[in-house]
């Protein structure tokens, strides 16, 4: 290594390279006091600059206090006030600057991206303002009172910030309590009859009304209005009752201002009530009843806020509540109501056999227990539950009692305890005055097997206690014996962790049980009437048979049982070393009694955590597991491989194979699966290969020696298919199906659908459908025959009906031709008059224009269309050329649609308008017949949707034209059908109708209608 010559580089050299590197890191600091603290020689702070450099690359580096080479040397800076409150605007601030050079190019102050505004600079003291109301900080109220802002000092030399400091800016109006308020530690006030918080006491109303901040201890803070704190405030629900409350400092309400009220929020909602303040020191709520929702609590906290002048609230310290109960709630027994707190007033009344109130009770002079009364004893008390209902003789046992009235205090129930003839001496921590006595047992004799629980309360024992004060139990408590039988496994590992199942009868009895091999105990799991479970812990005395013995109570129980602690197991090889990242491989593991654990568990950790699975024990040698997966983030690249932290097994407690130090188990990346085509869905003939690509198919396990693999499975629908894998390939030989399929690959932890297959079959026919051709020909077949046979038997019956049907239609032939004669004669017309008249006087046809007017104006002699346009002289020029702009218009066909949709929609537009619009616009298009069909047809589209919408019937579709479409369309077919009617249609139809008429006019008429009688009868 060698230095550069002007020591600002270092040379290292090795056999492929040489790199030069810089002999300091100046730029990697940020602050001063970081620059030279670090202890780095060629570093210093250059101060305008605000940079950690060496001191030649500093500007002006030789002035005084320009660079500064000492962490003392550093800018410090102070500022007064150093907080204002956000209603204070351009505010002037003194800033004492520390070890700065000369400032004569001027300096900036700024409040971050709030404000900047120029510096005065006198000697070390610059002087600035606070910003402008525009530019102040905006305080949020749920994130405090205030906001800390850094006050930066710029070198307009440089441009740059080279010190800074903190600033506050703080909001009093935040604040909507007078405790919170004085107690900040801003200058803050607070004004008792505005109820309001400010920086400026000059704003409260009276000065006497002003509690100031304090200057010099927190006594101040009892200024403040406030309520003192009391002892527990009892109210039963509804007793109606005043409640008085302590305080201090309470305001007189001024003119216009409210008096006091209190308000007490039960269950979430809100009860006002109204409130007297007797002087400053003193409130009282007026009297009122109180009262909450069920019976599952038997008193309930409230909390109560005393306001006046409608929202102005008095501080609170203590958080006084107000505690309403229920004396019948949760107390449906004379012990738990006489058990309840003194201080309510609960007594027991015995004719309705209820507790509450002494005042409630139905008759006065009727007899009522209460606490500490001169009858305060319950009488009938109750058994309801015994735990437990079994034990041994020889005693121990803690048996526990719950019922009813089981008395009010321990000296009551002492002494006065049997169980099944054997006194059971009660223990004081565990009774529950009136609920529960907890008492042991003593030792039973031989000839005691079963009796009930007896309890006396307040007596001098039970066989001498008063009926009413004695509990008798429903059921026995019996003596049993317990014993053991066997246990299994009857060997572990010398470190312990076996989970134990011993065997045996009568093994639930009693209240507490242990378990010993020889002189080490076996913590206790659970158990049943035949068994107990318990986990061995290390050996003490290693290796060999320890004795097993349980301990029921007081109760010994020993047999020829042995536990034997054996070597811890050992694992000696993996097979494979390898994984991928979701595990659930095969992993052959060998080892050394392996067999002595019950539950062998693999584990994996990384990066922190600890993933498991589960393994088999086939031999004391040999057991399979499925390899953990590698808690591995997203993150990480799936194509590197990975080696977790830690990789080992639980075997219960053996410690030595929890991390196996010589393992270089490794996870590869997961196999990656393409989808089979891109919409989803891969067509394919029968017995076509099915191709599925993807990454990492076959790890490079060769790395290790391993020759394992990955074995897969893929579904076809429910079927699985042959496979030959390749690195980026499965082949599957399909099965024989036809139709869609799922497919399913699984590997590992990995389950996959990379799409769905159809198979498409070769034949026509698949063989259902030709099995299905084939019955349904046969039952064809079958249908043929029954058919004929019952042709054949209704032939001879259809001969006789055809022969009577016959001569019935020859009879009423007849008479229809003679009534065709008949009726023939009478309307018969004389075609020479009728052609002679034609041949004189011709067909009357109207020229087209005549035609058309009379179809698309009605009624109308002379239209203004007919005319030629008569407007002033001066005028003529505009209309023409507003006529040509709105014949433009009308060949836009969007214009036109919107044009008639929009007159359509107006109500004013009558039957009579939509005529004549729908005329002229069918005289302007005549010429443009294709673009007028177009618009027709957009129309009668919009026509067809309104009349689906309105749910009409479609035969009243066209029947009236009440639409400009529809009457475009009558003078559409009027145009197009004047050629046919002149050429082709014209003389029959006016043949027709001269025939008509002529009839008409020979035969006989109505003389009262005027109708022609043929057609009259006709219409009958």
């Known amino acids: ?250 305001p007189q309400p001024q003119s216009g201002q409210r008096g006091y009220e209190c308000l007490l929020t039960i269950q979430g909602v809100e009860q006002r009530v109204p409130a007297l303040r007797f002087n400053s020191s003193s409130v009282q709520c007026q009297n009122t009843s109180y009262s909450y929702d069920g019976m599952d609590m038997s008193s309930l906290p409230v909390d109560l806020t005393v306001i006046w002048n409608g929202d102005f609230s008095i501080d609170n310290p203590a958080d006084n509540k107000v505690h309403l109960y229920k004396c019948d709630a949760q107390r449906g027994s004379c012990g738990l109501c006489l058990k309840a707190d003194p201080l309510f007033g609960c007594v027991w009344c015995k004719d309705e056999n209820r507790c509450t109130l002494k005042q409630h009770c139905p008759n006065p002079e009727s007899p009522w227990l209460e606490h500490n009364g001169l009858n305060s004893k319950c009488t009938h008390p109750r058994i309801t539950q015994i735990m437990p209902l079994r034990g041994p003789r020889e005693g121990g046992t803690l048996v526990t009692i719950r019922g009813e009235n089981l008395g009010l205090d321990f000296s009551e129930i002492q002494g006065n305890v049997r169980v099944a003839d054997v006194d059971c001496t009660p223990v004081r921590e565990g009774y529950i005055p009136a609920e529960q006595i907890v008492c042991e047992m003593a030792v039973a004799t031989p000839s005691q097997f079963a009796n009930y629980v007896e309890v006396c309360v307040g007596g001098v024992g039970v066989r001498d206690c008063p009926k009413e004060f004695r509990a008798t139990s429903s059921k026995y408590y019996y003596f049993v014996i317990p014993r053991l039988s066997s246990l299994k496994p009857s060997r572990g590992p010398v470190s312990g962790g076996t989970i134990v199942n011993i065997t045996g009868s009568n093994l639930d009895a009693g209240s507490n049980v242990s378990i010993m091999f020889k002189d080490q105990k076996c913590t206790y799991h659970r158990r049943g009437g035949q068994w107990i479970t318990c986990r061995s812990h290390a050996s003490l005395h290693g290796y060999g048979n320890a004795s097993v013995s349980v301990t029921v109570d007081k109760a010994h129980i020993q047999k020829d049982l042995k536990f034997e602690y054996v070597e811890d197991p050992t694992i000696t090889k993996l097979e494979p070393e390898w994984s991928i990242f979701s595990g659930h491989t095969t992993v052959t593991v060998t080892g050394t009694n392996l067999d002595i654990i019950q539950n062998p568990l693999i584990r994996a950790k990384y990066n922190g955590r600890e993933t498991v699975n589960m393994c088999q024990v086939f031999t004391p040698t040999s057991m399979l597991c499925q390899a953990p997966e590698l808690p591995i983030s997203l993150g990480r690249q799936k194509d590197v491989p990975a080696r977790p932290d830690e990789f080992g097994f639980i075997l219960d407690d053996v410690q030595a194979v929890l991390a196996l130090n010589n393992s270089a188990f490794i996870y590869y990346p997961n196999p990656e699966f393409e989808l089979l085509h891109v919409s989803g869905v891969l067509e394919l003939k029968p017995g076509s290969p099915i191709i599925l690509k993807g990454q990492n198919f076959l790890p490079p396990t060769n790395t290790n020696g391993n020759n394992g693999k990955l074995n897969y499975t ?222 027709l047809k957009h129309l009668l589209s919009d026509l067809i949707d309104r009349n689906l919408e309105s749910k009409n019937h479609p035969k009243l579709l066209l029947r009236r034209t009440e639409s400009v479409a529809e009457k475009m369309l009558t003078n559409w077919f009027t145009f197009l059908l004047y050629k046919f009617l002149k050429e082709c249609a014209g003389e029959p139809l006016f043949s027709l109708f001269c025939a008509i008429k002529q009839q008409m006019e020979k035969g006989p008429i109505d003389s009262i209608t005027g109708e022609a009688a043929t057609l009259t009868g006709d219409r009958s």
């Not at 769905?756 to 099995?771: E, K, Q």
């Not at 084939?774 to 077949?781: D, E, K, N, R, V």
């Open 714 to 935: 893929v579904l076809i629908g429910s079927k699985p298919c042959l496979l030959t894998v390749s690195e980026n390939q499965l082949l599957c030989e399909s099965p024989n199906l036809t139709g869609r399929h799922k497919v399913l690959a699984r590997v590992g932890g990995i389950e996959f659908s990379p799409g769905v297959v159809h198979i498409i079959s070769d034949s026509p026919l698949s063989s259902t459908a030709i099995i299905s051709i084939a019955g349904a020909g046969a039952l064809l077949l079958l249908f043929i025959v029954v058919v004929l046979i019952a042709y054949k038997r209704k032939s001879r019956e259809s001969d006789l009906t055809l022969k009577r049907l016959q001569m019935q239609m020859d009879n009423l032939e007849s008479r229809v031709a003679l009534e065709c004669k008949e009726a023939f004669a009478e309307l018969q017309t004389d075609i020479h008059e009728l052609t002679s008249d034609l041949d004189g006087a011709g067909i009357p046809f109207l020229d087209y224009r005549a035609y058309t007017m009379r179809v698309l104006f009605p009624g109308i002699e002379e239209h203004p269309v007919l005319r030629d346009l008569e407007v002033p002289g001066y005028r003529q020029e505009q209309v023409e050329k507003g006529l040509k702009l709105f014949g433009q218009l009308i060949n836009n066909k969007v214009f036109l649609l919107s044009f008639i949709r929009t007159l359509e929609s107006q109500r004013g537009f009558s039957m009579r308008d939509r005529g004549n619009v729908a005329s002229l616009i069918m005289t302007v298009l005549q010429s443009k017949l294709e673009y007028a069909t177009d618009v």
């Open 1 to 250: 290594m060698a230095f550069s010559p002007d020591h600002h580089f270092l040379y290292a050299m090795s056999e492929t390279q040489l790199t030069r590197v810089p002999v300091e890191a100046c730029g990697q600091y940020s602050t001063c006091r970081d620059c030279l603290g670090s202890g780095d020689p060629h570093c210093g702070w250059c101060v305008l600059h605000n940079m950690c450099t060496r001191k030649e690359k500093c500007e002006r580096s030789a002035e005084p206090r320009r660079f500064a080479s000492d962490i003392k040397q550093c800018v410090r800076l102070n500022v007064h006030p150093n907080n204002i409150s956000v209603s204070q605007f351009s505010v002037t601030l003194i800033l004492e600057a520390h070890n700065v050079p000369e400032l004569t190019a001027g300096v900036n102050c700024s409040f971050e991206d709030l404000a900047e505004m120029d510096g005065l600079v006198e000697g070390n003291r610059i002087q600035c303002s606070s910003p402008a109301e525009k530019a102040v900080p905006r305080i949020i109220i749920n994130k405090g009172d205030h906001q800390i802002v850094q006050l930066y000092l710029k070198s307009k030399e440089t441009g740059l910030a080279f010190a800074n400091t903190s600033f506050v800016f703080y909001n009093c109006s935040v604040h909507k309590s007078c405790l919170s308020c004085v107690g900040s530690p801003y200058q803050c006030h607070w004004c008792k009859y505005r109820h309001d918080c400010t920086h400026d006491p000059r704003t409260c109303s009276f000065q006497e009304g002003r509690v100031k901040k304090p200057e010099l201890s927190l006594s101040l803070l009892q200024e403040c209005p406030q309520l003192l704190p009391a002892e527990r405030i009892l109210v039963p629900v509804n007793v109606v009752k005043p409640i008085t409350l302590r305080a201090k400092n309470l």
